[in-house]
């Protein structure tokens, strides 16, 4: 079964509010192997909203609307499929009566009274059926048109995904038949590029190709990509099957770039490591300004293993409290791999922790002490003495600091699990990517 989807609004177009209701509704279509081939936004506008939805039944079995089911003038979803069809509204008197009991219930609580615009919500296009919205008050609806089915729903998240659970799934099913069981599988990488990433699998891509099941997507956020393999069968354990060879070849080919798989995060596995080896660890942030911490702290238990950290970002800071020689700061900046060392020195012995994590660098937009907006130094100081790595990160300010800290937990995963330095480029032709003391 095909599927697209199209939401309404202006505020989507202008930015205002991001369209997170399409990612959700994707995930969903194609956990039960409904193949969702465009995702459409379109603005405050009759003609337009009927257009859309003519052009995707044209290519799909079902389109899948949100937002555009409100009481005020703007709201236009329920015209624009009347439009389509070629039919006109009519005031569902069922639905007027349950609106006007649940508003009646309303301004009793709060002593207001209901504007009569909130009963455009009953009006429906000839031949549509409501669908209920539990936690709101507009219902959704439901119509034949042609040879397809539309179904529009609230563009509000928590009334929508109630509604698609409830209503739009189950008669999606119905009408696909049993849909074949789709299994995801995901394997989390880091210190990759996706290019490298897509390169060292390429292999595995051509052969799988002409089969189409299992296949691989490359997924990439945030200074990591994602490899997922999606494979679809009678039942789970047929899909396990496909998918177990696939998953193999990729781990044997990524090597230390994966670090772990569906939900695992970069820093609790970092965790996982020092908790496996009952060791602490102690950040010292610059360029990152806590963004470390923030991570570290965000996993459930983190206390176990997560001594604290210090936002050293001045560097009068890095000398008074880290205890960074002044001499090496007047000599090389703030910004070098020795005052990333020191900066990791500093902060393990001064709260106590086995290993000592910092960074520092240029987030930009300018250059800093003649170095370009980029640069990173990486120290990490342990019980087998210092480590540390310098990069070039792209992006704007808040990319850079984000793949700084992907890269700082990077560096300290394969440090403790005795895994060889990413494939991030470095420094010049003749920099190494990790140097020890």
Same mark, same amino acid.
């Given at each position: 079964?095909?599927?697209?989807?199209? #939401?309404?609004?202006?505020?989507?177009?202008?930015?205002?509010?991001?369209?997170?209701?399409? *990612?959700?509704?994707?995930?969903?279509?194609?956990?039960?192997?409904?193949?969702? *081939?465009?995702?459409?936004?379109?603005?405050?506008?009759?003609?337009?909203?009927?257009?859309?939805?003519?052009?995707?039944?044209?290519?799909?079995?079902?389109?899948?609307?949100?937002?555009? !089911?409100?009481?005020?003038?703007?709201?236009?979803?329920?015209?624009?499929?009347?439009?389509? #069809? &070629?039919?006109?509204?009519?005031?569902?008197?069922?639905?007027?009566?349950?609106?006007?009991q649940r508003f009646q219930a309303m301004g009793r609580l709060d002593g207001r009274d209901v504007p009569m615009m909130n009963?455009?919500?009953?009006?429906?296009?000839?031949?549509?059926?409501?669908?209920?919205?539990?936690?709101?008050?507009?219902?959704?609806?439901? /119509?034949?048109?042609?040879?397809?089915?539309?179904?529009?729903?609230?563009?509000?998240?928590?009334?929508?995904?109630?509604?698609?659970?409830?209503?739009?799934?189950?008669?999606?099913?119905?009408?696909?038949?049993?849909?074949?069981?789709?299994?995801?599988?995901?394997?989390?990488?880091?210190?990759?590029?996706?290019?490298?990433?897509?390169?060292?699998?390429?292999?595995?891509?051509?052969?799988?190709?002409?089969?189409?099941?299992?296949?691989?997507?490359?997924?990439a956020s945030g200074g990591q990509t994602r490899v997922r393999i999606t494979a679809q069968a009678r039942d789970r354990a047929?899909?396990?099957?496909?998918?177990?060879?696939?998953?193999?070849?990729?781990?044997?080919?990524? &090597?230390?770039?994966?670090?772990?798989?569906?939900?695992?995060?970069?820093?609790?596995?970092?965790?996982?490591?020092?908790?496996?080896?009952? #060791?602490? !660890?102690?950040?010292?942030?610059?360029?990152?300004?806590?963004?470390?911490?923030?991570?570290?702290?965000?996993?459930?238990?983190?206390?176990?293993?997560?001594?604290?950290?210090?936002?050293?970002?001045?560097?009068?800071?890095?000398?008074?409290?880290?205890?960074?020689?002044?001499?090496?700061?007047?000599?090389?900046?703030?910004?070098?791999?020795?005052?990333? *060392?020191? /900066?990791?020195?500093?902060?393990?012995?001064?709260?106590? *922790?086995?290993?000592?994590?910092?960074?520092?660098?240029?987030?930009?937009?300018?250059?800093?002490?003649?170095?370009?907006?980029?640069?990173?130094?990486?120290?990490?100081?342990?019980?087998?003495?210092t480590t540390t790595r310098s990069v070039r990160l792209p992006g704007d300010r808040t990319r850079v600091r984000a793949f700084?800290?992907?890269?700082?937990?990077?560096?300290?995963?394969?440090?403790?699990?005795?895994?060889?330095?990413?494939?991030?480029?470095?420094?010049?032709?003749?920099?190494?990517?990790?140097?020890?003391?």
């Amino acid at each position: 079964m095909r599927a697209e989807l199209l #939401a309404v609004g202006d505020e989507l177009l202008y930015g205002d509010i991001v369209n997170g209701n399409a *990612a959700w509704l994707g995930r969903q279509l194609a956990d039960v192997g409904v193949t969702v *081939a465009t995702s459409t936004v379109v603005g405050d506008d009759v003609e337009v909203i009927a257009t859309a939805i003519r052009v995707a039944l044209d290519r799909a079995d079902a389109v899948i609307m949100t937002g555009g !089911l409100g009481p005020t003038q703007d709201d236009l979803t329920r015209e624009g499929m009347a439009a389509a #069809a &070629g039919v006109e509204l009519r005031r569902d008197d069922v639905l007027e009566a349950g609106l006007r009991q649940r508003f009646q219930a309303m301004g009793r609580l709060d002593g207001r009274d209901v504007p009569m615009m909130n009963y455009r919500q009953a009006d429906l296009p000839r031949g549509a059926q409501p669908l209920p919205n539990g936690p709101g008050t507009a219902p959704g609806l439901r /119509m034949e048109i042609g040879a397809g089915v539309v179904y529009a729903m609230p563009g509000v998240p928590f009334e929508m995904t109630d509604m698609f659970t409830a209503s739009v799934l189950p008669d999606i099913l119905r009408r696909a038949g049993q849909p074949a069981v789709v299994v995801h599988r995901v394997l989390r990488t880091a210190g990759m590029w996706e290019s490298a990433v897509a390169e060292a699998l390429a292999g595995e891509v051509d052969r799988l190709a002409p089969i189409g099941n299992p296949r691989i997507a490359f997924l990439a956020s945030g200074g990591q990509t994602r490899v997922r393999i999606t494979a679809q069968a009678r039942d789970r354990a047929a899909a396990e099957t496909l998918i177990a060879p696939v998953e193999a070849a990729a781990r044997a080919a990524l &090597g230390a770039g994966v670090y772990g798989g569906d939900e695992d995060s970069l820093e609790s596995v970092v965790l996982g490591l020092l908790r496996a080896r009952s #060791a602490t !660890l102690a950040v010292a942030e610059s360029i990152t300004g806590g963004l470390l911490a923030g991570r570290l702290t965000d996993v459930p238990g983190a206390s176990e293993a997560f001594r604290g950290g210090v936002v050293s970002y001045a560097t009068d800071v890095k000398a008074s409290v880290l205890g960074v020689d002044e001499g090496l700061l007047a000599a090389e900046g703030a910004v070098s791999a020795n005052t990333a *060392a020191a /900066m990791a020195a500093g902060v393990r012995a001064r709260l106590g *922790a086995d290993y000592g994590l910092a960074t520092t660098g240029v987030a930009g937009p300018a250059e800093l002490e003649g170095k370009p907006a980029g640069t990173v130094h990486l120290g990490l100081a342990g019980p087998d003495g210092t480590t540390t790595r310098s990069v070039r990160l792209p992006g704007d300010r808040t990319r850079v600091r984000a793949f700084a800290a992907v890269t700082a937990l990077d560096l300290l995963r394969r440090t403790l699990a005795g895994l060889p330095g990413s494939t991030i480029v470095t420094f010049g032709d003749d920099a190494t990517d990790e140097s020890r003391e």
